[in-house]
């Protein structure tokens, strides 16, 4: 899960699970497994897809499909959230357990960790209680090798009697094995191997699966159903029965059968959790028999240990923490500084040679400005302000996600979190949200407790995204820094900044405890995190993948959006009414409130129009100035000072800005993606009031104080 | 036999075998889901800058858990093992 278009764009709307088969041949396949296996890693290699992938374990938060063609035909692949096992407790989980029990899949690939290949079995053994078409590819067997540890697979393939296949997923060739072994145990199903419970269980099992006989289960195995309805969960009898068709214990001869097992394992004391510790013991105790079977491991790498003794140290970790944050804005600030001049004076003098077209050509004035003076000058203030820092930012951030360092960052930041009553894994959608607050709070997902869950939506739009990033740069540098090309300049900017993502961060926990202590009050709940092992990132993936899906996409989308607000600006700094422009009078009206939060008529008008998107805030602000007849031209950081200090900035504007554009209403695609989330009106207003609200008020205080002593 | 502690006692570094669980419901399925099981092998590998979570090395890979959760899980020490 991350900053993809599945994850931002308007696809991103959960359509249900329609399978896109392109030929009624095409099997469909599931991959399954546990999380941070290296699952989305393998999709994307056979689908040649760009599903998101990071080092860190909960990205995959929805279904994503994609098509792989091997030549003998199509096969449908569905990539299905990671997941311990199939007892599934938190939404994500339940989406995997769902496809694989209901979503008839035509066989499943089980990929596993090779590091950790006991734990992996256990999900195996239960997905071949649901289905013998299974493969069971063990990945990322070059990393295992690296510690240590070789896995016998012809041994395991005999054990379970499925197919089992070796893979390196980051080297497409290792998975060439994987379709034809599909393609096989749809064709010719074996006996796989079935976790026996002991005699007490199977009696129970036996009478239950008895009960079925001529009944239509559809595609669900007896043994499993038995199982199932032994434990009785609720919420997994009502699937069963929707997917059913019938209401399974209106038939009393089931209901005795059931009841009559039920006592008989009472009786053998294992009834409630003692039936599921017997249940989920015996399948793990199979998973360690079988990798005391295949798995060879000699001394255990402390690699990873060492690395996280510096990382997540008592003392170390907030200080590095702070410094690599300072160290991504500060190549992002600097790096981004002269890519923006350019890219300004080419826009420039494109406009000029544009203006002359446009001039001999006989365009009428209206088209010639609404053109020009509109949509092209703020497309070209959008491109050149905000194209460098995203372009520079994404691929750092990537970086740091692929290294697996997120992880890491949720797991310093718990103890804070759980102080507010909110879960650690916060900090991961946090995290996201810096990219993206839409893809944030989508994010959000991984978390598993409900309340707390709706704790990180409902912040999630404290931490600026990398569309308010590049303004908040400019901001700092004119007023607080100085335009200069210096080291010193430059580390200031980046510490100004810092200080500002801070401010974000502490606003964050500051409303997840108000929210904690009023509208979502409860205890923390619990929290397990796996730390996955450092990986060496792949560096021409990550500038490709930053580059094409996040940095030109969001792009994108900011200019489809900054295109009609630069008509509407036109149209309106060209109407007159009474004498006086349509913008004039609409910045006039709200010039009392923005006076009032330390701003002007205009910067409000300016955040009101970028409700599509934050990155044509300051666009839009500069147009709207130039349109008022003061400066003609926009060009690079210096110049947009000028037209700032000519329309009556200070440094309180600035301050007021910058907090006003850290706590503002949300744009458009996250307040929709609230909505989508939690699936409620009050929760989706909340999250755009909260900000606002506060962003509002620390406005006005700034402001009033101000006042008073200046 | 060993006496019998809880996971969140256990020193940095300290090799210990589950001998149960106390907890119940969904966190007992997310602890067995984690390889949590009777005579599984913990080793504490570490611990947060705040002192919770802690970080255990279970079946290869390290999760991290809070001592309020790690409270539920009954070890034995003096565990001698590689």
């Known amino acids: 899960m991350g900053l993809t278009r599945r994850a931002v764009g308007a696809g991103a709307l959960d359509t249900g699970l329609a399978l896109r088969r392109r030929d009624e041949n095409d099997l469909v396949i599931a991959l399954a497994g546990n999380p941070n296996v290296g699952k989305s890693t393998v999709f994307n290699a056979l689908t040649g897809m760009h599903q998101h992938t990071g080092n860190w374990p909960g990205k995959t938060v929805a279904t994503a499909q994609g098509y792989h063609n091997d030549g003998e035909g199509g096969l449908l692949l569905v990539d299905i959230p990671g997941t311990y096992s199939l007892l599934a407790h938190s939404a994500e989980e339940e989406v995997a357990r769902n496809f694989i029990c209901f979503g008839e899949p035509d066989a499943v690939a089980v990929v596993c960790d090779a590091a950790c290949l006991v734990r992996n079995l256990n999900l195996v053994l239960q997905v071949l209680e649901i289905t013998p078409r299974v493969v069971v590819c063990v990945n990322l067997l070059d990393e295992a090798k690296r510690r240590g540890i070789r896995v016998d697979l012809v041994a395991l393939s005999h054990a379970l009697g499925v197919p089992v296949i070796g893979t390196v997923a980051r080297k497409k060739k290792s998975l060439s094995a994987l379709p034809r072994a599909l393609r096989a145990v749809v064709e010719r199903t074996r006996k796989p191997l079935c976790v026996q419970y002991g005699t007490v269980l199977e009696t129970a099992?036996?009478?239950?699966?008895?009960?079925?006989?001529?009944?239509?289960?559809?595609?669900?195995?007896?043994?499993?159903?038995?199982?199932?309805?032994?434990?009785?969960?609720p919420r997994l009898l009502a699937e069963i029965e929707a997917y059913v068709g019938a209401e399974l214990l209106a038939d009393p001869a089931l209901v005795q059968a059931l009841d009559a097992s039920r006592t008989a394992l009472a009786a053998a004391g294992l009834a409630g959790d003692a039936l599921r510790d017997h249940i989920v013991c015996a399948i793990n105790e199979k998973a360690a028999e079988l990798g005391a079977l295949a798995v060879r491991a000699e001394s255990p790498d402390r690699g990873m240990e060492r690395a996280d003794r510096w990382l997540t140290g008592r003392r170390s970790a907030y200080p590095f923490m702070l410094l690599l944050l300072a160290l991504v804005f500060w190549l992002t600030v600097v790096g981004a500084n002269y890519p923006s001049q350019w890219l300004s004076y080419a826009f420039n003098m494109l406009g000029a040679r544009l203006d002359v077209w446009f001039s001999a050509l006989g365009m009428p004035a209206f088209l010639h400005g609404i053109l020009l003076d509109g949509i092209y000058r703020v497309l070209a203030a959008v491109v050149s302000v905000m194209l460098p820092p995203m372009a520079i930012f994404f691929p750092l951030f990537t970086f740091l996600e692929d290294v697996g360092y997120l992880p890491r960052i949720a797991y310093n930041l718990d103890r804070p979190f759980c102080r507010c009553h909110a879960c650690g894994k916060q900090a991961l959608t946090m995290c996201m949200g810096f990219g993206c607050n839409a893809a944030g709070v989508v994010g959000c997902r991984i978390i598993d407790s409900p309340r707390e869950r709706l704790l990180a939506i409902l912040t999630n739009a404290f931490v600026p995204c990398n569309g308010r990033f590049p303004t908040l740069i400019v901001v700092l540098t004119l007023f607080f820094v100085g335009v200069g090309t210096g080291l010193v300049s430059s580390l200031l900017a980046a510490l100004l900044l810092l200080a500002v993502i801070l401010l974000g961060v502490v606003a964050t926990f500051g409303a997840t405890r108000l929210l904690a202590a009023t509208v979502l009050r409860g205890a923390p709940s619990s929290f397990t995190l796996e730390l996955p092992p450092y990986r060496r990132p792949q560096v021409g993936k990550i500038l490709v993948r930053s580059v094409f899906d996040r940095t030109l996409f969001v792009l994108g989308r900011a200019a489809a959006v900054a295109a009609p607000a630069g008509a509407i600006i036109w149209l309106l700094a060209n109407t007159a009414v009474g004498g006086e422009s349509l913008l004039l009078h609409v910045s006039g009206a709200?010039?009392?409130?923005?006076?009032?939060?330390?701003?002007?008529?205009?910067?409000?008008?300016g955040f009101v129009l970028g409700f599509p998107a934050n990155e044509i805030v300051l666009p839009i602000i500069l147009m709207t100035y130039a349109a008022g007849g003061t400066l003609p031209v926009l060009g690079g950081t210096a110049e947009i000072g000028s037209v700032l200090l000519a329309n009556g900035w200070t440094p309180l504007?600035?301050?007021?800005?910058?907090?006003?554009?850290?706590?503002?209403?949300?744009?458009?695609?996250?307040?929709?993606?609230?909505?989508?989330?939690?699936?409620?009106?009050?929760?989706?207003?909340?999250?755009?009031?909260?900000?606002?609200?506060?962003?509002?008020?620390?406005?006005?205080?700034v402001a009033c104080v101000a006042r008073l002593f200046f | 036999m060993n006496e019998i502690w809880n996971l969140s006692d256990i020193e940095i570094g300290e090799p210990c075998r589950v001998r149960g669980l106390s907890a119940s419901g969904a966190m007992r399925r997310r602890l067995l889901d984690i390889g949590l099981v009777q005579g599984a092998e913990v080793v504490c590998v570490g611990r947060s800058p705040g002192g919770d979570p802690r970080a255990y090395r279970i079946c290869g890979a390290v999760i991290a858990i809070r001592a309020q959760d790690a409270r539920d899980v009954r070890v034995e020490r003096g565990v001698r093992w590689v």
């Not at chain 1, 010039?591 to 008008?605: K, Y």
């Not at chain 1, 504007?653 to 706590?663: H, P, R």
Request: charged content about 20%; proline content about 5%.
């Open chain 1, 205 to 233: 099992i036996a009478r239950v699966c008895d009960a079925f006989s001529g009944k239509e289960l559809r595609r669900l195995p007896p043994r499993w159903l038995a199982l199932r309805l032994l434990e009785a969960d």
């Open chain 1, 590 to 605: 709200l010039d009392p409130i923005g006076r009032f939060l330390g701003l002007d008529g205009v910067i409000l008008l």
């Open chain 1, 653 to 701: 504007t600035a301050v007021c800005f910058i907090l006003f554009s850290l706590m503002h209403w949300p744009c458009s695609t996250t307040v929709l993606t609230v909505h989508r989330e939690t699936r409620s009106l009050r929760w989706t207003v909340l999250a755009v009031f909260l900000p606002t609200l506060l962003g509002v008020l620390s406005c006005a205080c």
